[in-house]
Nanobody, 119 residues
């Protein structure tokens, strides 16, 4: 069973930084896109950013500038860096992946990691 394991969530002060990690249980080469979504309390789930196997990156425009998505293929890990955090960034953050090859057509979600921005 394919798993996406997130880590790095927690409490961060307004203006602070945080880095989330996502480690899939299979090689990243089985996914043509990986990304991050989030769901804030009382709000719909929204895309934060995605990165393709070719390194193409797209951000949700309203969130662009404070989030940085990256992949370390050697470590088989994807990251999401949050800088200048605001209370509106409080949400559960999910790692997502779209399969290719033998995993084509399958979408995977991690269990989510809570990020709370508060003083």
């Amino acid at each position: 069973q394919v798993q996406l394991v997130e880590s790095g969530g927690g409490l961060v002060q307004p203006g602070g930084s945080l880095r989330l990690s996502c480690a899939p249980s299979i090689s990243h080469t089985n996914f043509y896109i990986m990304g991050w979504h989030r769901q804030a309390p009382g709000k719909q789930r929204e895309l934060v950013a995605i990165v393709s196997n070719y390194g193409v990156i797209k951000y949700n425009d309203p969130l662009k500038g404070r989030f940085t998505i990256s992949r370390d293929n050697a470590k088989n890990t994807m990251y999401l860096q949050l800088d200048h955090a605001t209370p509106e960034d409080t949400a559960v953050y999910y790692c997502t992946a779209s399969g290719t090859g033998r995993y084509r057509g399958r979408e995977y979600w991690g269990q989510g990691t809570q990020v709370t921005v508060s003083s």
